[in-house]
């Protein structure tokens, strides 16, 4: 098994965020595979758990992405970055250009999470 979890607007210390965030994750696994740590920002918390299908985390400037998934990206340099930096980064990127359009550079079986802080926005799409 595989997937994604976090949630946002829910305050919370950064220890107690991390612990909890990856308690989610852990209950996640069906396997021992090495996981990245989750992510942090104000008020949210994201994890991944990497099992059958590919899983990647990002974060930068105010932005946490994640992706599950097998995806494709329609656009050769969101691919050239997904390559070079994960999927999740090309996903930052992606949301960072075209906000929720950003759904149009994917395809294939996939499950995303984007939460932008400075814009108190984001997306969840499975």
Do not use: K
Request: negative net charge.
């Amino acid at each position: 098994m595989s997937g994604l979890c976090g949630w946002i607007n829910v305050p919370a210390e950064d220890g107690e965020a991390l612990a909890t965030a990856d308690s989610m994750r852990r209950a996640l696994r069906d396997r021992d595979a090495e996981a990245p740590r989750p992510m942090i920002a104000v008020g949210c918390a994201l994890a991944v758990e990497p099992g059958i299908r590919p899983v990647s985390l990002h974060q930068s400037d105010a932005l946490l992405a994640a992706i599950e998934g097998r995806v494709r990206w329609r656009s050769s340099d969101l691919g050239a970055l997904a390559r070079e930096s994960g999927d999740a980064a090309a996903l930052a990127e992606a949301y960072r250009r075209h906000g929720t359009n950003c759904l149009q550079e994917i395809s294939g079986p996939f499950a995303v999470a984007v939460v932008d802080t400075r814009h108190a926005g984001g997306l969840l799409a499975i």
